[in-house]
């Protein structure tokens, strides 16, 4: 069955070093969202891309930046951790401008 | 500012009852509205959608009606159940006439009395 994977699960790194989180689907979809999610603000969009080697950012992309080098995978990387991206990180898929299917999260801690 | 809101961050229903999770928009060119649901430790899930040109859609105890004179959304769960405790969400798009994402509210938490 086509899915969509996120790893790791749970992250912890420390403050400064560069992380990336992977986001991998099967269902051949075009489109590809980062979301991060925190208490009081919902999900809030950090980067996307509509196809292979397009990407734009989102609501709250400083400190972070995406590739998407195949129709699969989007990772999102954080060039220097800070506290303040202590969150949970959800990646999304769709084929057009409708229904996104979510990853399972996953959850990072900076210390 | 965000575009897409809700009115109720929090909602307890008895097991059984009706419930009703309503949601705000502000751009009258959205014509494309999602429900999603999220429990805990899990991405969202798609429950239902519907688009400007229909005011009314119904799923499997879901039924979702659209309000376009007000900008008003709202998701009914009928016979709510334990297994309905959740976060719920509503997302809205412009559509094929603009090349953006989905745009979230900040979530409705339902808590199921049993």
């Known amino acids: 069955d086509a899915e969509i994977t996120q790893s790791p699960r749970h992250k912890i790194t420390e403050t400064g070093r560069q992380v990336t989180l992977a986001c991998h689907q099967t269902w051949n979809h075009n489109n590809m969202f980062w979301y991060r999610q925190d208490l009081g603000h919902g999900l809030r969009l950090i980067h996307y891309s509509y196809g292979v080697h397009d990407t734009n950012k989102g609501e709250v992309s400083d400190g972070y930046s995406v590739s998407r080098s195949n129709t699969e995978d989007l990772p999102l990387t954080l060039e220097s951790a800070a506290s303040s991206q202590t969150s949970v990180y959800f990646c999304?898929?769709?084929?057009?401008?409708?229904?996104?299917?979510f990853g399972p999260g996953t959850r990072l801690t900076v210390l | 500012g965000e575009s897409v809101g809700l009115h109720l961050p929090t909602l307890s229903v008895q097991e059984g009852d009706n419930s009703i999770i309503n949601c705000a928009y502000s751009?009258?060119?959205?014509?494309?509205f999602i429900w999603y649901k999220q429990e805990s430790g899990k991405g969202p899930q798609f429950i239902i959608d519907?688009?400007?040109?229909?005011d009314k859609r119904q799923g499997q105890r879901v039924t979702v009606l659209l309000n376009k004179t007000v900008k008003h959304l709202s998701l009914q769960i009928a016979a709510t159940q334990p297994g309905d405790s959740a976060v719920y969400f509503c997302?809205?798009?412009?559509?094929?006439?603009?090349?953006?994402?989905?745009?979230f509210g900040k979530g409705t938490r339902l808590s199921v009395i049993a």
């Open positions: 519907i688009r400007s040109n229909m």
């Open positions: 999304a898929s769709s084929r057009g401008q409708d229904e996104q299917f």
């Open positions: 997302a809205e798009n412009i559509g094929n006439s603009g090349n953006t994402p989905l745009v």
């Open positions: 751009n009258s060119a959205s014509d494309y």
